[in-house]
């Protein structure tokens, strides 16, 4: 089976020899080598073949030159480029697609690498992913003035759950979901669920759902909560 070959571009030196010892327990992957600079890494990408680079966008501190050396590298050879950050910065993050990295990672998400890995050599359309990572962030900030519980009761009334079947799932009673749910539309500034699905969807450009479109029936959550 054909490796995937992956080129690690960060200025930890401790943080490569990690990640490199990671990614190379997977069957399908194999570091072929790294740099710790943005001209190291310039350079390299001229002599070695690989298939997936992994660049954090700060190479040096408190400059985003990683951001550049994904133009310099991707001129040097066609590959995909996985943008590596501490921080999701909505800003840096869409330079960086704009740059023509395909994806991103948060590293301390660095599980999420192998799997980030293999569907970036199936993305041929950075714009694609930037679109859907911009209408996530936009969606977490629409979300964001909710509690966790808020939150978990918005996600099941999105999917399309009715007021009783919600108040099982979570084992409530009714007066105390009916006041959640008056507190989580108060925040959203809406009058009933169905306008705070709709008023998210269109903060962070979401489609709607259509897997669930028949739990609702006729008993979904009304205005101000009531079923």
Known sequence: MSRIKVFIVEDDPD???AMTAYLNK????????????????????GTLEFDVALMDIC????RLDGIYAVMELLDARQAKVIMLTSLEDEAVITQAFTAGAVQYVVKTDYRTLPQTIRGALRSNNPMDVLLKEFARLKRQEQLQPLTGAERELF???EEGYSQPQIGRKLF?????LKNQVNKMLKKLRVKSSKEAVEKVRRGGLMPEPS????????????????G
């Not at 194999?30 to 001209?39: F, P, Q």
């Not at 190479?59 to 408190?62: E, M």
């Not at 409530?172 to 105390?176: F, L, N, R, V, W």
Request: no cysteine; net charge negative.
């Open 15 to 17: 943080w490569i020899k």
């Open 172 to 176: 409530k009673a009714e007066s105390t």
């Open 155 to 157: 996600d099941l009334l």
């Open 26 to 45: 997977e069957d399908d992957m194999l570091v072929i080598g790294a740099a710790t600079s943005r001209e190291e890494a310039v350079r390299l990408a």
């Open 211 to 226: 897997d669930r479109e028949e739990t609702g029936g006729g008993d979904g959550i009304g205005k101000d909560g009531e």
């Open 59 to 62: 190479l040096t501190p408190g």
